[in-house]
């Protein structure tokens, strides 16, 4: 392994070139656990990365990418040995240290995730961040009440996309009846009735044209993938003692509400984060994601190899990108 390839973003005066590269182990963060990179995973994330002024990279040059899946090549830690599947998602990985995009990576041995048990590393990576965030809004959708009924109002934004797709899935395998996914395209409806939702809406749907302060009430629990006013507009149809997830600002970063839907509805709002959570609650995610993996068959997947990627971040930026796209780092 005198050199290996990886897609290298650097700031040239302010200009971003991303591009493939050959580079060395040098070029790589440091880390106690290296790691052959089988696969990696696109996300929102990613396709910010490579903006200017995308509020990702803290330093440049960077390799982005926020997930991988690969075996262990040398560690320093007893905790993972040579030959080892494991993963890797979030903390400051593909941000403020070298990411995913690359055939090896070296990170710090707190990052490293063994592989669960009954996934493959295509597997993790047909669920990557996507489906650790997923996993983690039902969850604390669950928490707040979610699970007392099978027959709740369940409403999923962004739902073909990475986050939303992979949760409508998880939502009808756990035996949730009455969920209802958001699109905004004629393409994508497609993909959410295979996925399993009882209903398909449009977004003029939520968009009531009247302004009162609280409108009726629509759903009990909602999973926002997208913020911005999507999550403005369902807060007061939200009914009483209901619950929504935020994970995602694809829709902006705003929040537009009063304090009506709390203080006379008791709705709840729970804020999701898949990048700093603790080491056990990830185990405890992977372990829920792992009794699932039937549903990935089931999922839009679509496989790539590096040179490919800037033309599917292209496609996230425009919103045309459907569900999952896994990254081969094999030649």
Known sequence: MDTFKAMYLEDNQGQLAFGPKEITLDDLSQGEVVIEVVYSSLNYKDMLAVQ??????????????????????????????????????????????TGGFSQYARVPKNWVIPLPKGLSLKDAMSYGTAGLTAILSILALENAGLSDSKEARVLVTGSSGGVGSVALALLKARGYSNVTALVRKDYQEPLVSRLGADQVIRPEAIFIKEKPLLLKEQYEFVLDTVGGDVASHLLPQLAYGGAISLCGNAGGIGLKTTVLPFILRGVNVLGIDSVNISHQKRLEAWSELAQYHSILEKLETNTIDLEELPKHLEMLKTGSHLGRTIVSLID
Not at 80 to 94: I, N, R
């Open 52 to 97: 200017p002024k995308g509020g990702v990279i803290r330093n440049y040059p960077m390799i982005p990418g926020i997930d991988l899946a690969g075996i262990v090549v040398s560690s320093e830690s007893a905790d993972f040995q040579e030959g080892q599947e494991v993963l890797v998602t979030g903390y400051e990985m593909g941000m403020s240290h």
